[in-house]
């Protein structure tokens, strides 16, 4: 059998023409996403890997003690080191000093182990007094931990350019003197708790949302059109209501001398005088946020359980099922895809959650956003929060593939 | 919902706790926001419900809190509003753009690696916004852009493009293609083809995205709260920093005001929506 080629008009094969105009029209579609993918390559991937270099990255201090970390390399870490280490020491300080730039060692060293802080400032400020020679002894002289080699040895420790130390402390472990991953202080171990508490909250919140939402997706998903809409309003309404209007309705509802406390003593369930704790705690956290995401649990059930037939149902009875087995063998089963992309979402949406726990929740309702924003902009210890950043991300991202296989991220649905 | 009148007890029981516990979970998804506006008319200095209000006595009601909110002295909400309102426009703007670009190239069927091309997207949505936060600040500091409003601009552009894909992608599949191609075949060019018949087609699904995109500004704290400096405040910071000090009412006005902005763009949303599904040809 001969292959015989069909030509074009122009006399080019066919199936290489069409190759060509799929290749073109391939083309053309990355060249319309490319603007957009472009731009958030650079201003939002580029950042988040940044972050995430940041959260290893140890390098500044290497840079600002270099004779130090050389002249470390052959210490073995048991007893003091000898004059050189010491020598240079000093003239790494020496140099800092000149700059005025040994601050950014105070912290990072403090980090490493406390104590250092009153130790740098004490050598820094009697550097000057220092004369040639015999610096070992000096150096014992202004400070005595300059006799004790734990501190000599969590000096040498810093020297590494990259560290997951930061990711210890995000579990609550840490590196002893000799470098073996131990346990955090007891008084020290507060991640473990944060992160627990997220995942409870968040999934807490996905349960509750769900008893709330699948009865009035159903009820909006079955009624006439004309009552549906109406009732809509009061799902759609919250969702596009700002976020900070919702909670500071919360944060007027829950206070102390607010109707919910007032209705409560009303009931008789508790004393004026003795007003049940509403807000600043979890209880605060799990009520707002369970109505400010309720909206994300509704719009993909109602989205699903539109699409279902009441037919079905009437199938099923007329079968002799009872509204239960029926309910429980057809009408859930077929729910199920809503389910997952509600509970997905409203996870993911609550495990990141910042604005609402920091106002409703207090200190016993701070979720582990509210740490990372402590660290970014209070204590300033950039390198944790991206480190705590980072796992947050690790575990939004795992439950986005999730979500991406079940549901398909293109299957989204907005109001 | 009206039962046959030969149900059972028992089921009738079933439907009335039904349709009890909906009504509870309506009232507590739209109740807590009708508290904010008598507060926001109260004569006194504090947030609760005066004896003078509950006795709708005109004398407890009064617009001393919008005044305060207007002409108040030290007043931070004339320059929030300002700031809220440049910024949400120039991010909606460049959302609108981007997002209905991209959405376009990712309905082709030619896309190649469509999934993964709009898994990363759509990523800004998913991502908790404290993490986008750190990450764009860490960004800005290092380009100089922190503290100003182009870098706002430029993160709530991020911030809001996946709203607009999504939108505009849901509308493009139900397009009809063969209405390009009879233009293309009369001579039309793609460019002119996208303005005078596709862009028409799509604006519903364009417009709502755009709403999304402006919401999403126009509401957002967390980013804004890393990047703004003090000329750079909006008016979810101002509020921010009023509800972390003290509810005042203040803020009980500005609070009403945003929820009459939210229920008239939920009506537009809502109009553009329908539209949108009838002109799809999709009638529920």
């Known amino acids: ?415 | 919902m009206a039962l046959p009148n030969h149900t059972p007890l028992n089921y009738r029981i079933w439907h009335y706790a039904y349709l009890t516990f909906c009504f509870l979970v309506f009232f507590f998804l739209i109740a807590p926001l009708f508290v904010i506006l008598p507060l926001s008319f109260n004569a006194e200095q504090y947030i609760h419900f005066s004896a003078k209000m509950l006795a709708l006595d005109p004398e407890g009601f009064s617009l001393r809190w919008y005044e305060d909110m207007i002409y108040g002295t030290k007043n931070p909400w004339g320059l929030a509003t300002k700031n809220s309102l440049i910024i949400a426009f120039f991010a909606t703007i460049g959302s609108t753009i981007l997002g209905t670009v991209a959405a376009l190239g990712l309905s082709s069927r030619h896309m190649p690696y469509k999934a993964a091309f709009m898994a990363l997207l759509i990523s800004p949505m998913i991502v908790p916004l404290i993490i986008s936060g750190t990450a764009i600040f860490f960004f800005m500091a290092k380009v100089g852009l922190a503290a100003t409003h182009t870098g706002i601009v430029l993160s709530h552009i991020i911030l809001g493009t996946p709203f607009v894909v999504i939108t505009v992608t849901a509308t493009l599949s139900g397009f009809d293609h063969s209405v390009t191609r009879a233009a293309a075949s009369l001579g039309s060019n793609p460019v002119n083809t996208f303005m005078k018949i596709t862009l028409p087609l799509i604006m519903p699904g364009v417009i709502s995205g755009a709403l999304f995109a402006f919401v999403t500004s126009f509401d957002e704290v967390v980013v804004v709260l890393f990047l703004a400096g003090l000329e750079n405040t909006t008016i979810p910071i101002q509020m921010w920093v009023g509800l972390r000090e003290q509810l005042s009412p203040t803020i009980m006005a500005v609070a009403t005001c945003l929820i009459i902005m939210s229920t008239l763009i939920l009506v537009t949303a809502e109009l553009l929506r329908r539209r949108s599904e009838r002109l799809r040809g999709i009638n529920r």
């Open chain 1, 1 to 415: 059998m001969s292959k015989e080629q069909i030509l074009s008009s122009d006399g080019i094969p066919l199936e290489e023409s069409l190759k060509k105009a799929e290749r073109k029209n391939k083309l053309k579609a990355l060249f319309l996403v490319a603007p957009l993918f472009l731009f958030i390559l650079i201003i939002y991937i580029f950042p988040i890997g940044d972050m995430l270099f940041r959260s290893v990255d140890d390098r500044m201090i290497t840079k600002m003690l270099p004779k130090t970390f050389k002249a470390m390399e052959n210490w073995d870490g048991q007893d003091l080191p000898d004059e050189p280490v010491y020598k240079a020491i000093y003239e790494d300080l020496k140099y800092l000093k000149e700059n005025k730039t040994y601050g950014k060692i105070i912290a990072r060293l403090n980090y490493e182990k406390s104590g250092f802080s009153s130790l740098i400032k004490k050598t820094v400020r009697k550097l000057n007094k220092i004369e040639e020679g015999n610096y070992k002894e000096q150096f014992i002289k202004i400070h005595k931990r300059w006799g004790q080699p734990e501190y000599l040895v969590a000096l040498k420790n810093t020297a590494p350019n990259w560290s997951y130390a930061k990711y210890l402390k995000g579990v609550d472990l840490k590196f002893d003197e000799n470098r073996n991953i131990i346990k955090q202080d007891e008084d020290r171990r507060i991640y473990k708790t944060l992160w627990l508490r997220t995942v409870n909250v968040a999934f807490w919140v996905t349960i509750f949302c769900f008893i709330l939402a699948y009865p009035i997706s159903h009820l909006l998903a079955t009624l006439p059109m004309k009552y549906s809409n109406l009732l809509m309003i009061c799902v759609l309404l919250p969702f596009w209501t700002s976020l900070l209007v919702r909670t500071s309705s919360w944060m007027v509802l829950l206070q102390q001398q607010g109707p919910v406390n007032d209705l409560i003593v009303w009931l008789g369930l508790a004393a004026d005088d003795n007003r049940p704790e509403l807000m600043y705690n979890v209880v605060g956290t799990f009520v707002a946020m369970t109505q400010i995401l309720l909206p994300f649990m509704v719009l993909p059930l109602y989205s699903v359980m539109k699409t279902i037939s009441p037919s079905l149902m009437r199938a099923g009875k007329s079968l002799g099922g009872t509204p239960l087995t029926s309910f429980l063998k057809i009408y859930f089963p077929l729910t199920i895809p809503g389910i997952g992309a509600g509970c997905l979402l409203v996870f993911i949406l609550a495990i990141g959650y910042y604005i609402t726990p920091a106002l409703v929740g207090g200190a016993s309702g701070a979720l582990i956003s509210n740490n990372i924003a402590y660290h970014m902009k209070s204590s300033l210890d950039w390198a944790f929060a991206s480190a705590l950043g980072t796992m947050l991300l690790i575990g939004v991202l795992a439950i986005y593939w999730v979500y991406n296989k079940l549901v398909g991220i293109d299957n989204i649905k907005l109001g």
